[in-house]
């Protein structure tokens, strides 16, 4: 058996993509290794075509890491979807108002040279109550369902979610103008699954956990009336978590024994809301308005990078 010291074109991979190189040249000192084994007979076919086949961007579980970078972002989603429900202005003394949302939206992160590009999508709905305790107090409470998915190196996951929010917001001479605080609790049940196609005869690897996100906001806002227009102003903090636990893939000799993962992220935030007064428009009330916000990371959220407590399964 020969071993060889660097596989091609292992010398001139970043990021990721050395990371998995790196794992693929360690498993010659495994029993996978001079066997008849799918990697024994990948690994002399790419020293005889002198490339790795891309099986170096796949092999390391990036779509793990962007699945929790998913899951971190689920209350920013939330807050967007309940915005025009939750603050009870609208409402009268002591009235309540049943609603449903739609969660739903995509979003995407560029590859480079350090990782492969990722595509995020989620679709659900949310449920829920706001009510108008007095001229300054208003509470929401909702809950709900959302389907995930999340693709990236070769690899897709569904990390789907049952979820609960509940804020409140407390004016300090009303609700209708002038200063207030508000605040919001995010938390959700998550199963994630997963499914990574690997090149070159190498199988597909696949593997499932449960796990959780959180989610908290605090924040101190304005009421501006300048009839018929309200501007709000509102700067705050956001915390947000995730823990999914650790798994054993199966269905390919490249199967990795996935370590849990357990993430804090924190942002300052910032908005600016314009609105006009309700207008009446047959059966119908519409209210037009429009939303800016600008989100600052205080901390990296984790995603498209793979874990470096991977490890490959005997």
């Not at 071993?3 to 292992?10: E, K, V």
């Not at 979003?107 to 007095?134: K, M, P, Q, V, Y």
């Not at 102003?233 to 199967?255: D, P």
């Not at 370590?259 to 009446?280: A, C, E, H, M, W």
Request: charged residues 15%; contains cysteine; hydrophobic residues 35%.
């Amino acid at each position: 058996m020969v071993y060889y010291r660097t596989l091609p074109g292992q010398s001139g991979c970043t990021g990721n993509r050395a990371n998995g190189a790196a794992l693929l040249n360690a498993l010659q000192n495994s029993p996978l290794s001079g066997h008849y084994t799918a990697y024994n007979f990948y690994l002399q076919s790419a020293v005889d075509a002198g490339t790795l086949g891309g099986v170096q961007n796949q092999v390391g579980g990036q779509v793990y890491a962007d699945a929790a970078s998913f899951l971190l972002r689920r209350s920013q989603w939330i807050d967007q979807a309940i915005a025009p429900y939750a603050s009870g202005r609208d409402l009268e003394e002591g009235q309540t108002r049943v609603w449903m949302s739609g969660l739903g939206g995509g979003f995407w992160t560029g590859g480079s040279a350090d990782a492969a590009s990722s595509t995020e999508n989620d679709a659900g709905t949310l449920e829920g109550i706001t009510r108008r305790f007095n001229d300054r107090l208003s509470g929401d409470v909702g809950f709900g369902y959302e389907w995930g998915s999340v693709g990236s190196a070769g690899g897709s996951a569904s990390p789907d979610t049952f979820l609960a929010t509940l804020g409140g917001r407390y004016g300090i001479s009303s609700l209708d103008a002038g200063p207030f605080v508000t605040a919001r609790a995010d938390v959700g049940s998550v199963h994630y699954e997963s499914t990574r196609v690997l090149n070159a005869g190498l199988g597909d690897a696949n593997g499932n956990t449960d796990g959780a996100f959180y989610g908290g906001l605090a924040g101190v806002g304005d009421l501006l009336r300048f009839a018929p227009l309200t501007f709000t102003l509102q700067t705050g903090v956001r915390v947000s978590g995730v823990h999914l636990g650790g798994f054993n893939e199966n269905g390919s000799e490249l199967a990795l024994d996935v370590n849990g993962i357990d993430k804090t992220y924190s942002s300052l935030l910032f908005n600016l809301g314009v609105s006009l007064d309700p207008r009446q428009l047959g059966a119908w009330t519409i209210t037009p308005a429009l939303s800016l916000g600008y989100e600052r990371g205080c901390s990296q959220i984790p995603g498209s990078k793979a874990p470096e407590r991977f490890t490959a399964t005997r």
